[in-house]
T-cell receptor, first 113, second 116 residues
């Protein structure tokens, strides 16, 4: 069981470039989440997918799009990267919504210059 | 608006020196309070879930407790390997498209350093 995996681990982009962060889980979880973690700000929810086929905005969705490709995979896309999107991005999943703990991936460290 | 405040921001202990970390919260409709451990360069690792006031859970040198307004993470006789950032998060029930999901609000964390 790999749990939650994320690719890439590190990425450097120039302002205006685009990229997709990949996330996959092998725990048969229904819900998946994307967070960003910034110093002094804690973890903030960007987008989530309550179940396969649904996605919705979290606390800080501007500048991002997501795709729930299937039950296992949930990707995060930056269409036109900005320096303010420099952060560490974490994907998480849980069995189903409330009452269940979320399990996190190892993170992607993104720098936008 | 759900809010979570953790204190202290940083805590330095000597090996064997017990202490507590605090997590104060306000949330509409608490479904659960979660404690996570995060090592540098890694994702948060789940430790405990607490659901109701008065509940306690233990794991090795860690014990988590919950009241209606705050949670404590007690660390007994810590070792250097307990050094990490400890995150607290509250979960409110939320729905999207008729399906519930876990809306987590995190605190900023307490950086714990245990010196040998």
């Amino acid at each position: 069981n790999a749990g939650v995996t994320q690719t890439p681990k590190f990425q450097v982009l120039k302002t205006g470039q685009s990229m997709t962060l990949q996330c996959a889980q092998d725990m048969n979880h229904n819900s998946m989440y994307w967070y960003r973690q910034d110093p002094g700000m804690g973890l903030r929810l960007i987008y989530y997918s309550a179940s396969e086929g649904t996605t919705d905005k979290g606390e800080v969705p501007n500048g991002y799009n997501v795709s729930r490709l299937n039950k296992r995979e949930f990707s995060l896309r930056l269409e036109s990267a900005a320096p303010s999107q420099t952060s560490v991005y974490f994907c998480a999943s849980n069995y189903r919504g409330g009452d269940y703990e979320q399990y996190f991936g190892p993170g992607t460290r993104l720098t936008v210059t | 608006e759900d809010q979570v405040t953790q204190s202290p921001e940083a805590l330095r202990l000597q090996e064997g020196e017990s202490s507590s970390l605090n997590c104060s919260y306000t949330v509409s409709g608490l479904r659960g309070l979660f404690w996570y451990r995060q090592d540098p360069g890694k994702g948060p690792e789940f430790l405990f879930t607490l659901y109701s006031a008065g509940e306690e859970k233990e794991k090795e040198r860690l014990k988590a407790t919950l009241t209606k307004k705050e949670s404590f993470l007690h660390i007994t006789a810590p070792k250097p390997e307990d050094s990490a950032t400890y995150l607290c998060a509250v979960q409110a029930q939320a729905y999207a498209g008729g399906t519930s999901y876990g809306k987590l609000t995190f605190g900023q964390g307490t950086i714990l350093t245990v010196h040998p």
